[in-house]
């Protein structure tokens, strides 16, 4: 019998105690939760997978509905709404060539609020007609090219060109303006009185008040190459009154 506190302890009197294993199921749910850290340490620094946002598609949707609100402005009269609209998006993609067209016209106007431009006019108007030719287009640029001005160089060339591609394309207002610059000639080049008679006539037969005024005015005084012919003057002078009239009682 040791006493108490005695270190005399042989090694027989020793029994090893053995470690009790873990139930089956806390053994299984370590290893998981192991397998699940080292998932989670493996994603650490890759981005995150993100959706494509449409985000820039609807800003595109947007910007075409109000493009599209703007034309249909102009179609009622109302340009400086048209101008605040458009001058806004002139870089935008989705300008497309009757928007250039009309914010080329609205910097064509003279009053209404907005700042007359020829040049800028010029600009949007080119830009149209890259897009898609259009007669309109040519008629506009045709009469800025001829009055020149508000940062514009007149160039009766370049007015010419256009008119004629707008008569081309049987642009009544487009002859009479052919018409007159050949008849009046802006420079002795250009002046070809029988080419202006066959022009206007053909825009007075198309019921163009200015070219029925102006064939009245021709014939009832005589030119060089067009003999005084008081027939056709009260016969021009005639298709303008009726003209006029027309129009006039259309307004009412």
């Known amino acids: 019998m040791l006493a108490w506190g005695s270190n005399n302890i042989t ?3 020793v029994r090893p105690v053995k470690p009790k294993p873990l139930p089956t199921q806390k053994v299984k749910s370590l290893r998981t939760s192991t397998k699940t850290v080292r998932k989670k340490d493996s994603s650490i620094g890759k981005p995150k997978p993100t959706r494509p946002s449409n985000t820039i598609q609807v800003q595109a949707n947007e910007t075409i509905l109000t493009i599209n609100k703007a034309k249909d402005l102009f179609k009622s009269g109302y340009l400086l709404q048209t101008f605040r609209l458009l001058n806004q998006y002139k870089d935008s993609p989705q300008m497309d060539a009757e928007s250039y067209h009309y914010l080329g016209e609205c910097r064509r106007n003279i009053g209404g609020g907005i700042e ?4 800028l006019a010029e ?5 149209s007609l890259v897009l898609q030719d259009n007669k309109d287009v040519h008629l506009s640029l ?15 060339q370049k007015a010419i060109f256009h008119f004629q591609q707008a008569a081309n394309q049987d642009v009544s207002f487009a002859k009479f303006e052919l018409g007159r610059l050949y008849f009046q000639g802006l420079s002795d080049s250009l002046k070809n009185e029988n080419k202006g008679i066959v022009l206007l006539e053909e825009a007075g ?31 021009w002078f005639k298709k303008y009154k009726e003209n006029k009239t027309i129009k006039q009682n259309i307004k009412l």
């Open 142 to 156: 045709g009469q800025i090219y001829e009055l020149g001005g508000f940062n514009l160089q007149r160039d009766s």
């Open 11 to 13: 090694k027989a009197q």
């Open 123 to 127: 600009e949007y108007l080119l830009k």
């Open 205 to 235: 037969i198309q019921d163009i008040p200015e070219a029925q005024w102006m064939l009245g005015s021709i014939y009832a005084k005589g030119y060089d190459s067009v003999p005084r012919d008081m027939t056709k003057a009260k016969f």
């Open 116 to 119: 007359t431009n020829y040049k």
